[in-house]
């Protein structure tokens, strides 16, 4: 038997109908097609399913849908303005911090969930914060060195102002 | 020589799509009214199928298809003609926990899963070959009737003259290393959708490394024409060898195509990647080396078993490079290589990342530094004592047509700072590891006491590029068409390559852009379509080299037509002609364009930024030959020169060149405990020419991290019936970003004379030094020689338990 509930996802309201056992992940893919997010085990193991759940970093694959009731999701689809990228992502884009590409939404997502919470990390904060997420491709060196650089434009831009 | 694109850091032309969550790769594809697939594996490592029952799958509603060994074509196929051992589902017979037996298709995943658990099959157990050690010994069970002794394929080399050069030798020294089964650990599991048109042509999407030989076994598997299939790979999440075989997700989706006429997906789910497999082999290996007491090589013995699991898969050509890739980077005059690929009723094992080469290359980097050790010589002048240069040539006839080893040894000397290091260590005593103690891991968990640091160096090469297809054929190993919009504005490259995440789409765009003289920007590569054009795939490290030859050479092919066009119209020599900074410039001072600009104004395209008349633009050139010619089409295309000897198997391991690379590996290792942190990994890889800087140091850390996970924690785990006890990414551990340390990349370039604009590959080479530096590094910390991969904590404690007593 489905439920009704509702949703904001990347600032947008929904009311989606979902079985009980359905999973973040499985809703936001299979039917609103937010394909960004990435599936790699379904057991909460490699964090390629990464959102942010009212700001908070979680496995999408481990959260069902109806936990999502009434909160607010951000994904990968919702973190560029438009075709401006967000300063993480621009980063990670310039840095080299992207192979294949598979952990890459959930990697910026946990990214910019630690930067919003510890503004300017040192190299080990990183390494913590991402160490649920896995990649194969980069040895997560590009990755941590794009991390640390769109700290440092963020906290630039603060400064700026 | 300079030039405006390459060698540059731009960034990689998917990286925006990549970044937004906008790139597609095959899971994210749908189509209306799609099925989907699940298959049933086996839950028994080797036994008969008696019966199979499936008629209450059937009953289910939303059931539209199910296929069993039954349904599938009379044929065997592989990756080897002369092995093909497999069935696209399981006749009559189960070979490995996971062999898949039945697949079904319904309208929804939970149907088709459900269903799966519906069939029954009964089986009549048969006697396993569990251990790939004893798999030959008479009154083993055969895997395969076909495979004797369960040898599924063997070599037997001899270079020079061992028995000789054993005369002269010093010091002789044997060593063993083996190692576990390996998962590639890719984070993007194997997808497949697969449909057909009007006229019955499949079109399957699938997360592939090699579309065309994925193209020739579905035809082959299926019994269709060539022409009846196409391959297309969308973006995908990393391979790294695995997925350059045929899945079985990829077969049956098309059976179940073909039989429902309907799209039909599949994903494998983690466990079943594992049981799938195709990485890494379990290698045996026995060394028996000898050198004079000035450090001089002489001779290698080298005999190697390799647990292959159910299906010979890439295994031929992995016993093969486990042999022929030990002929450098050192000169190394007589060789003996005697190989053993046995079959095991386990998962399938095949190719993966430093191809064959790996394991042998830790046990003889590691024997390298007991040689050292006990001749009183630094491991690391050893090293530059043997290494060769370019313009040698190997006892296996590898011909190093450009070969940095020794410059790559002196960059990670010069910037790891090996001698001080090195001498700090050599200072202190190097005490035995204590017995594990309660005290000792107290005192540890305060920190820093008990732990100890160590440095550790090895070497490696490899292939850029296999120099033969792996079935036999004088084909193109690649060929691209590169098309001109009509007003140069976009350059379209198509090519049957495939970017995994190595970067090839990048790499063939900035040589696009460098022959026209346009950005990356204006270049748009289409690629990973068997439609578009040949391309053997993304293996054995072949993209960069052979697929930027053709791009090259398609480009200029481009070019050529534009600047001809331009100096018939001026009445100039098209030699005198040349493109640069979106610009037509010529060698013999300025030109009068104005007759050409004129026409072109004519055309009202409402342009305000063409410069003055002295230059003309690549957009106005363009225009001019699409005027004079229609689409202005070039194409190109690579063949490897014939290349290697005349003896058997001569084959594998030749390519048009070699890459190789050096790494120092420092750890610290906590002596009560076991544990390892690899501190730091300061590599050197002679990559030819950098096509684009960022993407090469990508590679060498993705390989120094690969590696490193080789090295301390990856095996796939068997109980004693050959079920995988950890066919998950929790328990096959792969480093994370608190694992890997400090990775720095040194490019070496060498202009190697065969590859495009002097390239040669990263992607592989930069591998091989990885795992014996770390363990020659806990060896300088801890005493231990760690001879089984990987170097767990227990291994280690228990290694240097049995060494004490």
Not at chain 2, 215 to 239: H, N, S, W
Not at chain 2, 447 to 472: D, M, W
Request: net charge negative; hydrophobic share 40%; charged share 25%.
């Amino acid at each position: 038997m489905k439920h009704l509930i509702q949703l904001t996802i990347n600032s947008r309201q929904y009311e989606v109908a979902v079985e009980p056992r359905k999973t973040l992940a499985e809703l936001l893919r299979n039917d609103l097609g937010l394909t960004g997010t990435k599936i790699g085990c379904s057991i909460g193991d490699c964090g390629a399913c990464t959102v942010l759940l009212d700001g908070i970093p979680v496995f999408s694959c481990l959260v069902l849908a109806m936990e999502a009731e009434g909160r607010e999701v951000l994904t990968i689809e919702g973190v560029a303005d438009g075709n401006l990228l967000h300063p993480i992502q621009r980063a990670f884009v310039e840095r080299g911090a992207i192979q294949c590409g598979y952990c890459t939404p959930g990697m910026v997502l946990n990214s910019l969930a630690l930067i919003r919470h510890t503004p300017r990390p040192t190299e080990e904060q990183i390494r913590r914060a991402l160490s649920g997420n896995l990649c194969r491709c980069t040895g997560y060196q590009k990755i941590i060195e794009a991390v640390q650089e769109a700290a440092e434009m963020l906290q630039a831009a603060e400064g700026g102002q | 020589m300079s030039y405006r694109v390459l060698n540059s850091r731009v960034p990689r032309v998917d990286a925006f799509d990549k970044v937004t969550g906008r790139a597609q790769y095959t899971d994210d594809l749908t189509r209306p009214g799609m099925l989907y697939c699940a298959i049933l594996h086996s839950p028994l490592a080797h036994a008969r199928i008696v019966r199979i029952d499936t008629s209450r799958a059937a009953q289910l509603k939303g059931v539209k298809a199910i296929i069993t060994g039954r349904d599938v074509p009379d044929v065997t196929f592989g990756v080897s003609p002369a092995r093909y051992d497999e069935t696209i589902l399981a006749v009559d017979r189960v070979r490995y926990v996971g062999d898949e037996v039945a697949a079904v298709a319904a309208s929804d995943l939970e149907t088709a899963l459900e269903a799966v658990s519906l069939i029954e099959v009964e089986y009549e157990e048969l006697p396993a070959v569990l251990d790939g050690l004893h798999a030959m010994e008479p009154g083993m069970p055969l895997v395969h009737e076909k495979y004797a002794r369960n040898l599924c394929a063997e070599v037997h080399w001899n270079f020079g003259d061992c028995d000789a050069a054993a005369k002269e030798a010093d010091l002789i020294r044997t060593d063993t290393m083996s190692s576990k089964m390996q998962d590639a650990a890719f984070i993007e599991p194997q997808a497949v959708l697969a449909e057909t048109d009007g006229a019955g042509r499949l079109t399957m999407f699938s997360s592939t490394q090699a579309p065309h030989y994925i193209q020739r076994t579905l035809a082959m598997a299926l019994k269709l024409p060539l022409e009846k299939v196409r391959v297309v790979k969308p973006a995908v999440g990393g391979g790294f060898g695995p997925k350059a075989s045929c899945s079985t997700a990829e077969l049956v989706t098309c059976m179940l195509v073909l039989k429902t006429g309907r799209p039909v997906k599949m994903t494998f789910d983690r466990e079943e990647v594992f049981l799938h497999s195709r990485a890494r082999h379990q290698f045996f290996h026995t060394m028996t080396t000898g050198v004079k007491k000035d450090g001089t090589l002489l001779f290698l013995r080298h005999h190697c078993i390799l647990d292959g699991g159910a299906f010979a898969s890439f295994g031929i050509a992995t016993v093969y490079y486990a042999g022929s890739l030990l002929g450098g980077p050192y000169r190394l005059k007589n060789m003996i290589y005697d190989g053993y690929r046995v079959v095991t009723n386990k998962p399938a094992c095949g190719a993966q990342r430093g191809h064959g080469a790996v394991i042998a290359r830790a046990c003889f980097e590691t024997q390298l530094d007991r040689i050292a050790e006990e001749i009183g010589m630094d491991p690391l002048e050893l090293r530059l004592k043997n290494v060769m240069g370019t313009g040698e040539t190997t006892c296996n006839e590898l011909y190093m047509s450009s070969l940095g080893m020794r410059e790559c040894l002196e960059a990670v000397r010069d910037a790891s700072g090996w001698r001080q290091n090195r001498l700090a260590r050599r200072s202190e005593a190097t005490p035995p590891l204590p017995p594990p103690s309660i005290e000792g891991a107290e005192d540890s968990g305060k920190g820093g006491e008990g732990k100890r640091r160590g440095i550790g160096v090895a070497c490696g090469f490899f292939v850029s590029g296999a120099g033969y297809p792996i079935y036999r054929s004088t084909t193109h190993h690649a060929t691209v068409v590169t098309k001109v919009n009509e007003l140069g504005g976009s350059v379209i490259v198509e090519s049957g390559a495939a970017d995994i995440g190595q970067g090839s789409d990048t790499v063939l765009a900035m040589i696009t852009a460098e022959v026209l003289g346009i950005d990356v920007a204006d270049v748009k590569a289409i690629t990973g379509d068997s439609d578009l054009s040949v391309d053997l795939g993304a293996y054995s490290s072949r993209t960069t080299l052979m697929a930027g030859h053709a791009a090259k050479e398609a480009a200029e092919a481009c070019r050529d037509r534009i600047l001809a066009s331009v100096a018939k119209r001026l009445g100039v020599e098209a030699a005198d002609l040349y493109l640069e900074d979106h610009r037509v410039k010529s060698r013999r001072g300025s030109l009068d364009f104005h007759s050409i600009r004129e026409e072109f104004s004519r055309e009202h395209f409402g342009f305000t930024d063409l410069p003055a008349d002295g230059e003309l633009t690549f957009r106005e050139a363009a225009r001019v030959a699409f005027l004079d010619c229609g689409t202005i089409v070039g194409t190109g295309s690579y063949k490897p020169p014939k290349l290697g000897g005349s003896f058997k198997g001569a084959t594998v391991g030749t390519s048009p060149a070699f890459g190789c690379s050096a790494q120092v590996a420092e750890v610290e290792v906590d002596l009560a405990t076991g544990e390892v942190s690899v501190l730091k990994v300061t590599g050197a890889h002679d990559c030819g020419f950098a096509i684009n800087r960022t993407q090469v140091e990508g590679q060498m850390q993705g390989s120094v991290s690969m590696g490193m996970g080789e090295a301390l924690m990856e095996e796939v785990h068997f109980d004693g019936r050959g079920n995988i006890l950890n066919a998950n990414l929790a328990e096959y551990k792969i480093p994370t970003s608190l694992d890997v340390g400090q990775l720095n990349a040194i490019i070496v370039e060498t202009i190697e004379p065969n590859g495009p604009f002097g390239a040669k590959e990263v992607g592989e080479g930069a591998i091989m030094p990885t795992i014996p530096a770390i363990l020659n590094a806990i060896y300088d910390a801890s005493g231990v020689r760690i001879t089984e991969l990987p170097a767990t904590p227990e291994r280690i404690i228990l290694t240097g338990k049995e060494e004490t007593e």
